[in-house]
């Protein structure tokens, strides 16, 4: 089983950038997707990114693509989501995740693991 804990939000003006990382733990790390959701309150979570476990593949939601970037790195057991371009709308909680399979991964449910979330404010 694997933990995983957020860090790097915080509060940025509208056009900058913040970079969040996610700390797992457990021997496996290589072995799983991660993956990078958010949720504004009252509102549906929503998937944002992912990456495969060798960093193969990654997979963006249309609403970052092009202004967020993820990646990895399994000597680190860490997995980044780089957000540049900030837009107010972007503001809520950040959530990383877990699972052995990428495709489940971006459904969001069911999955192995998932952090406890990080704010992330954008002012404008």
């Known amino acids: 089983q694997v933990q995983l804990v957020e860090s790097g939000g915080g509060l940025v003006q509208a056009g900058g950038s913040l970079r969040l990382s996610c700390a797992a733990s457990?021997?496996?790390?290589?072995?799983?997707?991660m993956g990078w959701f958010r949720q504004a309150p009252g509102k549906e979570r929503e998937f944002i990114a992912a990456?495969?476990?060798?960093?193969?593949?990654?997979y963006y939601a249309d609403s970052v693509r092009g202004r967020f970037t993820i990646s990895r790195d399994n000597a680190k057991h860490t997995v980044y989501l780089q957000m540049n371009s900030l837009k107010p709308e972007d503001t809520t909680v950040y959530y990383c995740?877990?699972?052995?399979?990428?495709?489940?991964?971006?459904?969001?449910?069911?999955?192995?693991?998932w952090g406890q979330g990080t704010l992330v404010t954008v002012s404008s």
């Open positions: 995740a877990a699972d052995r399979v990428v495709g489940r991964l971006k459904t969001g449910k069911a999955l192995d693991a």
């Open positions: 457990g021997r496996t790390f290589s072995g799983y997707a």
């Open positions: 990456i495969t476990g060798l960093s193969f593949s990654t």
